[in-house]
């Protein structure tokens, strides 16, 4: 499988009511690589990869086609992101990390820069709090992962990406938890499970 064929995207969805068996559905997707559940106007921002547009389509179909137990919908919204490029991204980190960082702050900052990307680009990296930076194709320009002990280190960021007159918009929402993580998946009894590598080494969050 070439890799540049492949379609790598976040998806973010919004939820209705009981959403336990949505994340099962979601641990469980092959396509699905990783889920992170986040507070905000989304319910979950996923990590997802496809061979082709045709598999994209009918997995999006799937999830909207899923009800509950009332009748209603379980997925009452979905935004589909692709990966454009990468600039950032952790290195051998696992679900059991994510599970260790409690005490901290996790968030994803969604930010909209039209055009001279290169300044914000250099200015994320430069954070150590960031800890990944996709540009992607969509609602937003880009998506930074932010994960930091000291709030105050958030805000300045925070701060210098206003004073960049290119950044239109800042929408930023935390992590509520995350049960499945480069194909890692906690089971009902809270243990770590890892069903299977990922061989086309996509993971990029």
Not at 8 to 23: K, L, M, N, Y
Not at 78 to 98: A, C
Not at 152 to 165: I, N, P, T, Y
């Amino acid at each position: 499988m070439d890799d540049k064929k492949i379609i790598h995207g976040i998806v973010f969805i919004q939820t209705w009511g009981e959403s336990r068996p949505i994340v099962q559905i979601l641990k469980n997707n092959n396509h699905v690589i990783s889920v992170f559940h986040i507070m905000g106007r989304h319910s979950y921002m996923i990590d997802v990869d496809f061979d082709d547009k045709d598999e994209l389509e009918y997995w999006i179909e799937q999830l909207k086609s899923l009800k509950l137990s009332s009748g209603v919908p379980a997925v009452i919204a979905i935004q589909s992101n692709k990966i454009i490029d990468i600039y950032k991204k952790k290195e051998d980190y696992t679900l059991k990390d994510y599970s260790q960082i409690k005490d901290r702050y996790h968030m994803f900052m969604m930010i909209d820069n039209p055009h001279e990307d290169e300044r914000l680009i250099s200015l994320l990296t430069s954070f150590n709090i960031v800890h990944t930076v996709l540009h992607v194709q969509g609602q937003h320009s880009f998506i930074a992962e932010i994960i930091t002990e000291n709030y105050g280190s958030f805000k300045d960021l925070l701060r210098q990406l206003k004073a960049l007159d290119t950044v239109t918009c800042i929408e930023t929402q935390e992590v509520i938890n995350v049960p499945k993580y480069r194909n890692q998946i906690i089971d009902e009894k809270g243990n770590l499970v890892c069903p299977q590598e990922d061989i086309r080494e996509l993971y990029m969050l």
